[in-house]
């Protein structure tokens, strides 16, 4: 299967702990996002990559969030000092540049984090 | 990017028609419209997306009013499968790539 992976799938940790999240975009997508989603609502956006470079970073992402993609292949989320609020689906995604206006995005099957 | 309005659910008898309908009164001239779905515990999956003219693809068609301000997603002939929430988007297309997605319809079909 050559779609977005997202590992781990599942995440329960105590409150203060750090986690780190993994996203492997498909292969010849420049772009990638990552997206919270909390029960009963859409996903929102958090940050955004094209190629390596950050480009924009929601002002959901706190200090406590840092998002990496080196040499612009995965990319990695971590949360440092998780709190019970950043329990939720942490759903990355990935695109390619394309004509004006396209913005079909892939995503992965997201991992969801429970913070006790 | 201009904001959209849906039911929150709607259902729909399996062989049957699906049309789910989104608001877009203020949207601009540059932004387009997308419709995405989510399936019980998997990421979001992109369906169709137009600027003005209607179109269609292997998964549904996608009609937008002539004042642009509305649009209707036809799954034409929906399964147990398209139980899903429908995501309507308005997108502008321009260096901003991110997708705001709100609280969607659950469409629900029943045997």
């Known amino acids: 299967d050559t779609g977005v992976s997202q590992d781990p799938r599942h995440k329960i940790t105590k409150r203060g702990q750090n986690v780190t999240f993994r996203c492997d975009p498909i292969?010849?997508?420049?772009?990638l996002y990552w997206y919270r989603q909390t029960l009963g609502q859409g996903p929102e956006f958090l940050t955004y990559f094209q190629n390596e470079a950050q480009l924009e970073k929601s002002r959901l992402l706190s200090d406590r969030f840092s998002a990496e993609r080196p040499k612009g292949s995965f990319s990695t989320l971590e949360i440092q000092r998780t709190e019970q609020g950043d329990s939720a689906m942490y759903l990355c995604a990935s695109s390619f540049r394309g004509a004006v206006g396209y913005n079909e995005q892939f995503f992965g099957p997201g991992t969801r984090l429970t913070v006790l | 990017d201009a904001k959209t309005t849906q039911p929150p659910s709607m259902d729909c008898a399996e062989g049957r028609a699906a049309n789910l309908p989104c608001n877009h009164s203020?949207?601009?001239?540059?932004?387009?419209v997308y419709w995405y779905r989510q399936i019980h515990s998997q990421g979001p999956q992109y369906i169709i997306h137009?600027?003005?003219n209607n179109e269609t693809n292997e998964m549904a068609s996608l009609i937008i009013t002539e004042d642009r301000k509305s649009s209707t997603l036809i799954l034409p002939h929906a399964t147990l499968r398209d139980t899903a929430v429908y995501y309507c988007i308005v997108f502008s297309g321009g260096s901003n790539y991110k997708l705001t997605f709100g609280k969607g319809t659950l469409l629900t079909v029943n045997p």
């Open positions: 292969s010849e997508h420049n772009r």
């Open positions: 203020t949207i601009s001239g540059n932004e387009y």
């Open positions: 137009g600027l003005k």
